[in-house]
């Protein structure tokens, strides 16, 4: 069973900056692992717009 809450835990305890790069690691946004979408969720908490 994944936990998600620690996901979101790890997540949150990243910096902007490192958020931004694991975000650029993600292959496939359309099915992200669970730590995958931790980070895009906590990008969204952030307000925090991947760069293009």
Same mark, same amino acid.
Do not use: C, W
């Given at each position: 069973?994944? *936990? $998600? ?5 790890? !997540? !949150?305890?990243?910096?902007? !900056?490192?958020l931004i !790069?694991? $975000?650029?690691?993600? #292959?496939? /946004? *359309? ?13 969204? /908490? #952030?307000?925090?717009?991947?760069? /293009?």
């Amino acid at each position: 069973m994944h *936990d $998600y809450l620690k996901d979101a835990a790890e !997540a !949150a305890d990243l910096s902007d !900056a490192k958020l931004i !790069a694991l $975000y650029d690691q993600i #292959r496939n /946004r *359309d099915h992200p692992t669970g730590f995958e979408q931790a980070v895009l969720d906590e990008m969204e /908490r #952030r307000h925090l717009m991947p760069p /293009r």
